[in-house]
């Protein structure tokens, strides 16, 4: 379904392009944003306003973001932001929203390749960012091996294929930082010194999960989130997340 | 849609203004306190008919009010109270329902600004009042610090903008009556003495959350739950909710 | 909308009564178990076919029970039994169906004046009564006070009202056994023991609940199953259910 | 519905077999396994991917197995493979779709008269799995007893009816390796040491879980996760799943 030709003007004017915005597939970001983001809030990531997503249309390359400030449950494709890439120019901005904060954030994502970033406020990430920080020290990453579901997450950007069952995750924390903003910087230094990570962890915050596609960055938000949550069940039952001594493993 | 002119009267003399709560438009409070309640019972915060909600509708100015012991999930526009604000006389009263006892509480969010006014009984919310009353003594109020969803937290009556990521959030507790309408007293003492504050904790009972409008107050509601969750697993799990010292904070 | 006259019989004969289960109207029994049923699989109540569900009908006094064995979130009116009373005799026998063996238990609160009776195998109500033996004996009961969900709870068969804030919550345990329907007889001591009582737990199994009607019945299922989940993460932070000493207690 | 005769072909060419997977049945394989992996998906048991269901369809024999990769609550008819029973050639495969890498495990279960077969990775199955090791070493299996749940679980392939509530259940457990399809053998040597187990554990994975049809599979599945959940908030809370003695146990 294309956009009527007959499109109101006048007030509309700085909403330009209802066009970007109108697909009756269901995979269009326009659809699917909305869509994945009553998902996301029924998994308890987005409480509150919280979180954000974007997405790179793969067919015109123009990146559409949730705004500021809605109600995830509730978003209309009317509400999305659309900006230009690579130029970066806000190709629809709706009157009365605010673009995400999360913003640079996603772009320094999507030009290190991504296609779709993910952000979250799921308590796991938050939880797991101060339990490494109160056994470990406020520079250690969070590390935990040996669960199947480290099968669900990529090696890293452009190699092939997914973490063995045998690797060890690692996953960047960054401090947080009063504007969201502000994050920027040590985000993009922590995709400099972790290059084959898909998600940065962010103290006292959440979680920004990055994948080649919608699908990729998804279901790595999903596996992050599981591993997340297991991680924090396991140290309450006293269930070490690595094996000290790993010379008794062998390599599968 | 408007009310049919030809209604019915008779038996629903006492019920009159059908026109109250006839909209095709979601966002009217008719349609929006059911819809908002079905998913206020699947976060279960209103269990077992517990907690109620009243929006304060912006082109009258009428308070809408959910009635007491009826189904949240399976309420209808029909089940609600309408009041004339601020004559507070009601304008639709259900025949075989009953006013929420919650009517005077939510009148004193109301009169101090307020458009919309949640209570759950949020199981977060009464064990934070029973952690806090146990490490801090009755007189405590909770406190928690840097945590990025203190930002979902309006600043305070007439103080533009959000709590920061800095800031510590605090909210009063105030001890449970046999009757809900007895908290009002000390409601109203706990919002006098905590003005910034938009919500208040009622112990072993659950929590009062209102904002300058739906949006606002639903927002709130969740982030304040989310972070008595957090803070709740964040006890089991030994992490302290403040620091000490807060000398080595750098203002953001 | 009542039966077509012109049923096709037959093979059909021993499931007699197709207008017992046909209604239009969601209120119904032969609507509303599986609706209910629905909402109980989603609350983890009767998870792997377990638990079950009863209504008497207001208008003809018949029991409508859930059966035996299946998948409560995919039931259909057609799969429900339905009993004349008080003769129990079967109006409605479901082919390849068998009958619920907690329908003996159901007519222990039939009996005693319930309108509906809800069994459910709920991981909270289990845990109580774990907890419950561990911490004072085989023969205790459950106890707490001082919530005010407890107010969600009937005071008592023939008086009218809630129990107060103030009241003492005391909910009678029965031990498990092989065979559901051999519960029957310690149910039926436990109701005589506790008149007042409207839920009785079952060690290791469930719980099960009854009120005047569907209504109360349901209502108060919630209120049982918050208060048990709530007593369960209160033990886990080392919050007492009681206090010791009632001495400095104010009546309400 | 059977399969328009006019089936376009060409690129369609190597999915073969439309009619497969076209049924106005909600119980045809092809329409339940994607219903039933919303249903898994909301369970927590198919995160980002994770997991698999496999159905023989009983008309024809043949099996449906939802496809490798693919976001299980998103899932359609369209995405399912189909394979011909005992035969085991493909007769359905979809174009870009891998198959299943639980296909052979899934193939030892329907080698032993199952009719469904269903992966999960259960956060509850997988701290099992951890907590059995820790306390009883890695060559234990998990034991519990005395829970009514553990009567959701059949007795055992020939052996009528199911476990009585004074059975003890033990569920085997494997150890996990690199790829999936390697499990197979030590999947099948558990199925021949426990031979009357519906069930095989897998650790730090996740479960494997059959029945003689769907129904019985997806009733076990459940029961068993409820019991590991269970099993799981017991150890928190220093409950035994056994008995140390059990000479003081009348048989039911």
């Known amino acids: 379904m294309s956009a009527p030709a007959n499109l109101p003007h006048g007030e509309q004017d700085d909403v330009s392009g209802e066009a970007l915005i109108t697909s009756s597939d269901p995979e269009h970001p326009a659809n699917l944003i909305p869509d994945l983001c009553r998902n996301f809030y029924s998994l308890g990531w987005v409480t509150g306003t919280g979180g954000g997503t974007s997405i790179r249309d793969t067919s015109t390359g123009n990146i559409y973001i949730a705004p500021s400030g809605v109600q995830k449950e509730r978003m209309k494709a009317t509400d999305l932001f659309v900006l230009a890439y690579p130029a970066k120019k806000y190709l629809r901005k709706p009157q009365n929203l605010k673009p995400s904060q999360c913003t640079p954030l996603f772009l320094a994502a999507f030009d290190r390749g991504a296609g ?118 396991m140290h309450k039952l006293g269930l070490p997340w690595v094996r000290d001594d790993k010379s008794g493993l062998v390599e599968g």
């Open 116 to 233: 779709c970033c993910i952000h979250t406020h799921s308590q796991w990430a938050v939880l797991i960012t101060l339990l490494v920080e109160k056994q470990f020290g406020p520079d250690a990453c969070f590390e935990i091996e040996h669960l199947e579901q480290i099968k669900g997450i990529a090696k890293g950007r452009g190699k092939p294929g997914a973490l063995s069952y045998w690797d060890r995750l690692r996953v960047p924390i960054i401090e947080n930082t009063a504007h969201e903003e502000d994050l920027t910087e040590s985000l993009e230094a922590a995709m400099e010194k972790f290059p084959d990570s898909y998600a940065v962890l962010v103290r006292r915050h959440g979680v920004y999960v990055w994948g080649d596609n919608v699908h990729k960055a998804k279901t790595m938000c999903e596996s992050f989130d599981y591993i997340f949550q297991l991680a924090v069940e």
